[in-house]
């Protein structure tokens, strides 16, 4: 019994570590195959370990008692809505809240170790930014109006030269990525957490022998040069911000544990260094933002959500109500936007949204939906106790923020690294909190 259930445990995790790889490409058959052994997997160890047993109410159990609460608002507000058309397709999206709260309080198998993880977000990350360089790059170029890809007559190794002097460089790399991937927000994200994971790697280096551990911080150094890189050169505001921050904050924790004046010293200079090189950027000055179509769909989701600001639409007549009122909206139609102007037009559920999960959320269940988002953004920073690893929470924290304040958890953040990040990474935490704890007891 013990080695079934050995090798169900390393199937769970070998399966969760390819969800995280798969995630970036758009879903099909792999996937699909993945998620249920994981699942299945993961109902059989509940079975054959007994995990109700061990069950433990304890304050990491609020962070999934709030993904369940957030599924189980969209079959509450059901019976007092007059538009369910979207809401089924809301459900299956919002399905990982149910499965990750349920996982979440009873735990995954002891061989999710956050090493794992974060070896696979840096090494993923990285494979696949030399992939778009030394192989896609090498087999087409952007087309002289910058609309589409044109393949070369031959593979050209040095395809990556093409991106260096093209006048739009991004542009180039964003249409390679979005062909061979998926969008910026997702590839973003998962950089992202690249970033975090070499920041965890450096502070909780987990390996033993002085050889493993100089090569690791060799990888390190080189992946994060990358990911950072890349990271400046993406097309998304959100995903540039989000590296900013946690380059930042890891530097400057860094440096207060070594020494607090010089960490006060960097920080100044940081703050001036990230005024600047910020404020006149192309992608975050006002001109930008205001004309954006996002901010334009924003306006017009918090006024409708001053119709209802108790108790929201609902999850499916707030799908109704946005794509109502956005398309009758001329500021809308002057945006000129094509992407978002034929969704409107074929009333598709990739548009019924606010394009911020914290206004749609609100907009669904006003301000009691509002706090429940709050909650599972925030609650890994507020949860967590031990240093290392709130500074772990607060980067992560801030990434999904700011992708939640941009678009929707289905477009922008992928919910399997997401949950599994966020399960992992608390578990940690209660893990060095717990071995303090009988330290300090000892030395008593």
Known sequence: MEKIIKTLNIVNLVSALLAIVLCVFPYGKPQNITLYVFFISFGLE??????????????????????????????????????????????EYRLPFLAFGVIGLFGLNKFHKMKYYAFTFITWSVAMILYILFYKMGLYHLSYDGTALIPFDEYKFDGFMYMINDIKPSQYFAAIRTFSFTSHFIFDFILNLGLISCFYLILRNPLKRKWQRVAAYVF??????????????????????????????????????????????????????????????????????????????????????????????????????????????????????????????ARRIICAHSLSQIL????????LGLAIILIIIFAPFIIVKSHDY??????????????????????????????????VLLREDWLQTFANTNLQSANK
């Open 220 to 345: 390190i150094g080189i992946s994060f040069a990358i990911l950072f890189t890349t990271l400046l050169f993406s097309d998304g505001r959100s995903g540039m911000l989000a590296c900013f921050a946690i380059t930042a904050i890891g530097f400057l924790y860094i440096l207060w544990k070594k020494s607090k004046i010089a960490a006060i010293i960097g920080a100044l200079a940081i703050g001036c260094i990230g005024f600047f090189a910020l404020a006149d950027h192309e992608k975050v000055n006002g001109k930008d933002i205001n004309n954006d179509p996002r901010t334009i769909v924003w306006k017009h989701s918090v006024k409708l959500i001053k119709e209802k600001p108790v108790l929201g639409f609902g999850a499916g007549d707030a799908s109704y109500a946005i794509m109502d009122e956005l398309s009758a909206s001329q500021d809308v139609l002057d945006t000129h936007d094509q992407s978002l102007l034929e969704n409107l037009e």
């Open 360 to 367: 749609q959320t609100t907009l669904e269940f006003g301000f």
């Open 46 to 91: 509940f079975l054959l370990e007994k995990k109700w047993r061990d069950f433990k109410w304890t304050r990491y159990s609020w962070m999934y008692a709030a993904f369940l609460t957030f599924f189980a608002m969209i079959l509450l507000w059901m019976p007092f809505e007059d538009h369910t058309d979207y809401t089924a397709k809301i459900i």
């Open 390 to 423: 709130k500074c772990l929470a607060m980067m992560f924290v801030i990434v999904t923020f700011i992708q939640l304040a941009t678009d929707i958890y289905v477009s922008t953040v992928p919910l399997m690294p997401y949950s599994l990040f966020i399960i």
